[in-house]
């Protein structure tokens, strides 16, 4: 899938978490650059930095100094209502938990970001399907999560990520909780979400799920030591 216009800007990133005690600078002096349209794998072990990078490339966190602008916009110095609106519009989270609300519907689910949109109710319905149906459990909407496999929550994660049309889906280690083939499952799915334009992020430790990605991007202590072309060839590339 080729790439247009950048998206994610940074320059110069550092994060220090200050404990009281001592601090610690998660990430030392982070450039990277990912154009729309593009697959882009993070990975790197335990304590690496890579959650936090993608805590701030998702404007769930701000950082300690650099430069980070999204789709051209500086993010330094936006207001809280303004972050909340692009981690709400402009960016779709899948976590590693799945974060689903066990006690209401897989529909329910997918709906929560759509109402807190203020998208009407028929539209809602509309896209709620349009998105089961995309990911494969559109005869499963009105199970709960606790009467789905984990591949399958993963997926109802996957179509609330959607549910805002956004232009970044930001994976932190999606398939951590999977099994083998579900994880595998996944990361197609992913695959066919960027070979329909998506801009794919995803975040892991797994070497063979990133090697599926288009772009390994390697942090090892708050640092990106190698930035290289992957397959981008799906699931069947690591075999």
């Known amino acids: 899938m080729p790439a247009n216009d950048t998206i994610i800007e940074m320059e110069g990133i550092r994060k220090v978490y200050d404990t009281g005690k001592i601090q610690v600078e998660a990430l030392r002096g982070i450039d990277l650059n990912i154009s729309q349209g593009e697959f882009v794998a993070i990975v790197g072990p ?25 789709s051209g916009q500086l993010v330094a110095g936006m207001k809280k209502d303004e972050l909340a609106t692009i981690r709400n519009r402009r960016v779709g989270f899948i976590f590693q938990n799945f974060n689903l609300l066990p006690q209401i519907t897989a529909y329910e689910n997918v709906e929560m970001p759509l109402l807190f949109g203020g998208v009407p109710r028929r539209e809602r319905r509309n896209r709620i399907e ?6 494969g459990l559109k005869d499963r909407m009105e199970h709960k999560p606790t009467e789905l496999s984990g591949g399958q929550m993963q997926r109802v994660a996957v179509a609330r ?79």
Request: charged share 20%; net charge negative.
């Open 46 to 70: 335990s304590g690496s930095g890579k959650s936090t990078l993608m805590n701030l490339i998702g404007c769930l966190d701000t950082p300690t100094a650099g430069v980070y602008r999204l």
């Open 130 to 135: 349009e998105l089961m149906e995309r990911v």
């Open 161 to 239: 990520a959607l549910a805002m049309d956004p232009d970044i889906l930001l994976a932190d280690e999606p398939t951590g909780n999977l099994d083998t083939s579900s994880g595998g499952d996944i990361m197609e799915l992913f695959h066919e979400l960027w070979e329909q334009g998506g801009t794919m992020l995803v975040i892991t430790h797994d070497a063979a799920l990133a090697r599926r990605a288009a772009r390994q991007v390697e942090i090892q202590d708050g640092l990106i030591t190698r930035n290289t072309v992957g397959t981008g060839a799906g699931p069947a590339a690591s075999e």
